[in-house]
């Protein structure tokens, strides 16, 4: 089991989610596995982010129906030699992050580009150091998703090439319980369409 620290640092929900998302042999588990796992993580009161009156009644998350078209392959960018960032949350805490690289794809015949960060905590571990951090904004927001965003987790590709899965796209814990302190995906990762994939609105909160 991991140790989970959120209270104090974003790392919990970086290990959470990757958690989930463990590997087999090299390869990413499938959006449905993604899924699954993450409705079992949400269940279980000794690792889900909701309120224990919430729990009570929890049975699964509210996702968009599995959309092949959102999974795109993307064109990665190394940036080496960008200057670490406090990344604003919804409190008063500021996590340090650097720009690690940007995305490029076409989704639905449009063309976009997203940046793509590392958390300098999660990178002196040694267990942890590849993992990227992917928050994002769409017109989605306020409506079907959450208000202020959801993430996609990666980790360092290869090569200069990337998948992104938008199937498994989640929300901060922040969309479950004011308790926790949840990073604000930067202005310039906000896409100007509908994601119609991964993790809906929590409507009890």
Same mark, same amino acid.
């Given at each position: +089991? ?27 588990? #499938? ?7 993450? !409705? ?28 092949? /078209?959102?999974?795109?392959?993307? #064109?990665?960018?190394?940036? @080496? +030699?960008?200057? @670490? ?5 919804? &409190? /008063? ?12 794809? &076409? ?7 997203? !940046? ?20 994002? &904004?769409?017109?989605? !927001? ?16 290869? #090569?200069?090439?990337?998948?992104? /899965?938008? !199937? ?14 949840? @990073? ?18 929590? /409507?009890?909160?």
């Amino acid at each position: +089991m991991f140790k989970r620290f959120y209270f104090v640092t974003i790392v919990f929900i970086f290990i959470s989610i990757f958690a989930v998302q463990a590997q087999n042999e090299g390869k990413p588990i #499938s959006s449905e596995e993604f899924q699954k796992e993450l !409705n079992e993580e949400y269940a279980n009161p000794e690792t889900s982010p909701l309120d224990k009156e919430d729990l009570k009644d929890f049975k699964e998350l509210e996702f968009y129906e599995i959309d092949p /078209d959102y999974v795109v392959q993307a #064109s990665f960018v190394r940036t @080496p +030699m960008e200057s @670490p960032f406090t990344m604003k949350t919804s &409190t /008063d805490r500021e996590p340090v992050y650097v720009k690690y690289g940007e995305v490029y794809f &076409t989704l639905k015949g449009k063309e976009y580009q997203l !940046n793509v960060y590392q958390g300098l905590e999660l990178q002196k571990d040694p267990d942890y150091y590849d993992y990227l951090f992917l928050p994002f &904004t769409d017109l989605t !927001n306020g409506r079907t998703t959450y208000g202020n965003g959801r993430y996609l987790d990666l980790r360092i590709p290869e #090569s200069d090439s990337i998948e992104l /899965d938008f !199937n498994k796209a989640y929300n901060p814990y922040c969309a479950y319980s004011s308790k926790y302190s949840c @990073p604000i995906p930067p202005a310039e990762n906000d896409l100007d369409t509908e994601i119609l994939a991964g993790v809906q609105a929590y /409507d009890k909160h």
